[in-house]
């Protein structure tokens, strides 16, 4: 049983007719451009934002490629990764008839967006210590599920999926595996990407959200065969990302190796705050971390919770998810936010001895 993309894709979308903008159908540069009723004087603001922005993002794609090691036509762009999942379950998911897996804790937006869409959830949640049970998920799967999600390095927990169980799925299962990479940067684990030459059906997401500090600007990075890009190319919304994110980002990415300085800066302080954490005897558990977040377990979690935020620090409270119960989820900070976080949590403990 081989893989074919055409029957996976809900019928209308295999025969939708795309819309076409003034940018698509005219791409040349120069010109006296009267086609996209633009306002021909300017912008209100300094900076003229007063045309349309590229809707395929060709000059970013250019760049993205060469760092990612992919080709442009294997890159989709999206206003953050939550865009290319809500286009995933648009493009494959019947409502009301198909189903995704999805493999608690892990990542909220995929439930949401399932939601959102009326497509069915089957979980199949992960072993203790946060790995796959390959042979559950594969049983769950009927002629109507369609995608799998597979969040690594996971969130909430912060440890990688193993490789092998993720490349069993692959050549088991004959719907779509998305791999989300959002902390990729973060671990020593090569990218599913180089899987990409292997598997029409894996699709890799990653962002600029994370490791790249651009979380504001609102841009996710989709990595698949150019059959499945196409397809989400002409179900999104026409001009998804804007001039500004385009432009900001293709400047930004001559920086590369300030990303890469501050991925090692956040690699030292999560060794700094792990250190710290272990030496509190209050902590119970300190999960492994490719991430840049630290799953953290210690008595009355909901509790110490909202006691940290009558001191200002703001951690995320996982203590009532699944195989998280007690946990606090904490993003590795600055030295100094880490020290805070470090001396509120001892304040805390030491007033209930
Ligand atoms: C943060 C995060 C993202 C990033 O989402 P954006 O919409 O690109 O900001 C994606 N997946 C996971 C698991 C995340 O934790």
Redesign the pocket.
């Known amino acids: 049983m081989s893989f074919k993309l055409e029957k996976l894709l809900r019928p209308h979308i295999a025969t939708l007719q795309a819309y076409t903008s003034a940018r698509d159908e005219y791409t040349g540069k120069e010109g006296t451009f009267l086609d996209a009723n633009e306002n021909p004087f300017g912008s209100i603001t300094d900076q003229d934002f007063n045309r349309y922005p590229d809707p395929y993002q060709a000059e970013l794609k250019q760049k993205i490629a060469e760092i990612k090691e992919v080709k442009p036509s294997q890159i989709f762009l999206?206003?953050?990764?939550?865009?290319a999942i809500d286009l995933l379950f648009r493009a494959f998911c019947n409502p009301g008839k198909d189903n995704v897996i999805l493999l608690p804790p892990?990542?909220g937006?995929y439930e949401v967006s399932a939601s959102i869409n009326d497509v069915e959830v089957r979980k199949v949640p992960l072993t203790a210590d946060f790995q796959l049970r390959t042979d559950k998920i594969l049983n769950e799967v009927d002629k109507h599920t369609k995608i799998i999600f597979i969040?690594s390095p996971?969130?909430p927990s912060g440890n990688k999926v193993n490789r092998e169980e993720i490349l069993y799925l692959l050549k088991k299962f004959k719907g779509l595996v998305v791999v989300?990479e959002?902390?990729s940067d973060f671990s020593d684990e090569p990218s599913f990407t180089t899987e990409l030459k292997n598997f029409k059906n894996l699709l890799v997401?990653q962002?600029?959200?994370?490791a790249w500090g651009l979380?504001s600007l609102?841009?996710?990075m989709a990595f698949a065969s150019k059959d499945l890009i196409k397809i989400l190319n002409r179900i999104k919304p026409p001009y998804n990302i804007s001039g500004l994110t385009q432009e900001t980002v293709l400047a930004a990415m001559g920086n590369y190796e300030k990303v890469k300085a501050m991925v090692k800066d956040i690699l030292t302080e999560r060794e700094f705050l792990k250190t710290k954490l272990e030496s509190l005897d209050f902590v119970n558990k300190i999960y492994p971390s490719d991430a840049n977040f630290l799953l953290v377990k210690m008595p009355n979690a909901n509790l110490v919770y909202d006691e940290l935020i009558d001191q200002k620090v703001i951690v995320r409270n996982r203590s009532k998810v699944i195989l998280c119960e007690d946990c606090l989820r904490i993003t590795v900070g600055t030295r100094a936010e880490n020290e805070h976080l470090i001396e509120a949590l001892s304040k805390i403990f030491s007033s209930k001895k």
Do not use: Q, V
């Not at 999206?78 to 865009?83: A, C, L, M, P």
């Not at 962002?207 to 994370?210: E, L």
């Open positions: 999206g206003n953050g990764s939550d865009e892990t990542y937006m969040c996971n969130n989300d959002a902390y997401m962002t600029f959200s994370k979380a609102r841009l996710g």
